[in-house]
């Protein structure tokens, strides 16, 4: 397998252009349990553009009816990022401190991811995060509460 950079730059500008509005390339799942992980998803893929199309355990997208869970679910996504070192994003749980813009954040209850954030910048020591469902761009981390979170550093896309 060959590895590709994560263009950063361009998943935090179409994090920038989508925060507040939705791409109508894609469904919105805000009645149907949120739309936070297809949002990130879709930032994702705008910085790499690999999906990994493994039935039921991959990352992908082709249309509502052919999509992984991964794709638009917070707590498939995270394991998912937790585990692949096959095609499509790859990354390393991370502190915060780590994070840079373009990494992930998930908001945890128990072991279980629930809701999922896009780091569009890091100000000082401050994460300040993206996100849909209840839309929200460049917002400080500080302003969310959960019992715990999964820090997500993405390293590269593999094809």
């Known amino acids: 397998m060959r590895s590709f950079a994560y263009d ?3 998943a935090c500008q179409y994090a920038t252009l989508w ?3 939705r791409n109508p390339a894609y469904p ?3 009645k149907l349990g949120g739309d936070c992980t297809n949002f990130i998803s879709q930032c994702l ?3 790499g553009g690999i999906m990994n199309p493994t ?3 991959g990352w992908y997208y082709y249309d509502l009816q ?3 869970p991964a794709w638009s679910a917070a707590r498939y996504l995270c394991n998912f990022l937790k585990t692949n070192d096959a095609r499509g994003p790859v990354a390393r749980q991370a502190e915060l401190s780590e994070l840079e813009p373009g990494d992930i954040i998930f908001l945890t209850r128990g072991d279980t991811a629930y809701h999922s954030l896009f780091v569009s910048d890091i ?3 401050v994460a300040l995060v993206s996100t849909h469902s209840f839309d929200a761009y460049r917002v ?3 302003a969310y509460s959960s019992d715990g979170a999964v820090f997500m550093h993405i390293l590269y896309f593999q094809a």
């Open 66 to 68: 052919h999509r992984s």
């Open 123 to 125: 100000s000082g020591p």
């Open 140 to 142: 400080p981390l500080s």
């Open 8 to 10: 950063r730059d361009a």
């Open 19 to 21: 925060a507040m509005h």
């Open 55 to 57: 039935p039921t355990f």
């Open 28 to 30: 919105d799942f805000s």
């Open 45 to 47: 893929f705008a910085g």
